[in-house]
């Protein structure tokens, strides 16, 4: 694992100083308005609702914790070089992409198979979770080996560290986002989400923070999901927000980056156009947030993961209208 320098702003300053180097991606202020005001005539979720309806009933809490740890430490790369997508069937609806792994896992635990246990983390056999992913198209779920892997290791640390238990290590940060970010990152590599860029380490942490925010959501801000410092949570620097931003006019890439994303080209983990396309939609979507909170009415919170649970979810309905607008294709854990 990385060494990891985490401080409660270290993405947010990341993010200004990647947007203040960036040569490939640029911030556009006026789409930044734009798209803030766009939004200000939207109602913004919290997010998890829309997950909702995959999540398994009967549940208690202790289960919903393993079940959203395990759903996000899987949280990464859906994409393909091909139209078709990872495919799953479930409930009489067709699942692409995340919404995919997440019915995959839901199909597991109806057929009794507690793929949401640490135990089962431990345990889980690379032929286990291939039966378990199997793909309604041709086109399987990315990075299976790593997924295997990553699963041992949770498993692994939650019993060395934490006792067996996802609800000790989100009690152990006692209320605060930022040290639940920072035990993530500092106990599970997968979740170490860093990047060399200038000669400087940068943190973008997409997993960690939206593992966060999940729980807060699901839990109402209450008991377990309650945090003082939600709002320091910036967006998920992934793949789909980034192409949002780029049809609303937020982001602009050099002609070089854009003829190579329209080719179909990959960009390297932790190549200085990935971290800046990571790095940009991160500074951009603070900016957003800036401008919401400064016409909000006073006592409702806004935050920047709202935003990006907008983005994401306008992308994903959105995605035949910004077939000119590519996503970055890159072959990686992290998201």
């Not at 019915?103 to 057929?111: H, L």
């Not at 983390?121 to 990075?143: C, D, G, K, M, W």
């Not at 152990?172 to 106990?187: C, D, P």
């Amino acid at each position: 694992m990385a060494s990891t320098a985490y401080s409660p702003f270290s993405v947010t300053a990341s993010a200004e100083f990647i947007a203040s180097k960036s040569q490939s991606v640029s911030i556009n202020q006026n789409g930044v308005k734009n798209a803030a005001a766009r939004l200000q005539s939207v109602p913004l979720h919290s997010g998890f609702g829309a997950r909702d309806a995959l999540e398994p009933q009967g549940l208690d809490d202790n289960a919903v914790l393993e079940w959203i740890f395990l759903v996000d430490t899987m949280n990464f790369c859906f994409w393909s070089d091909e139209p078709t997508l990872f495919t799953v069937e479930y409930r009489e609806q067709t699942w692409t992409g995340y919404r995919a792994m997440v019915a995959a896992f839901a199909k597991a635990v109806e057929a009794g198979i507690p793929v949401y246990r640490p135990a089962y983390f431990r345990e889980a056999t690379y032929n286990q979770l291939s039966s378990i992913f199997a793909s309604t198209t041709h086109v399987t779920i990315p990075l299976l080996n790593e997924r295997v892997k990553i699963l041992h290791e949770t498993g692994r640390v939650l019993d060395e560290r934490f006792a067996g238990s996802v609800k000790q290590l989100v009690a152990a940060a006692r209320g605060s986002v930022q040290k639940l970010i920072g035990l993530l990152t500092q106990n599970f590599s997968s979740y170490c989400d860093v990047a060399y860029y200038k000669g400087r380490q940068v943190h973008f942490l997409k997993r960690a923070q939206i593992f966060a925010a999940d729980v807060w959501s699901r839990f109402g801000g209450n008991g377990i999901g309650e945090f003082e410092d939600i709002d320091s949570i910036t967006m998920f620097a992934d793949y789909r927000v980034p192409q949002c931003l780029c049809y609303l006019g937020v982001l602009e890439y050099s002609p070089e980056l854009s003829r190579r994303l329209r080719a179909g080209g990959h960009l390297p983990v932790g190549s200085e156009e990935e971290v800046e396309i990571r790095g940009c939609s991160i500074a951009a979507v603070e900016r957003i947030w800036s401008l919401l909170s400064a016409k909000s009415p006073r006592g409702q919170l806004v935050t920047s993961a709202q935003i990006d649970f907008y983005l994401w979810n306008f992308a994903k309905t959105h995605s035949n209208e910004m077939e000119d607008y590519p996503i970055h294709r890159t072959l990686t854990v992290f998201y």
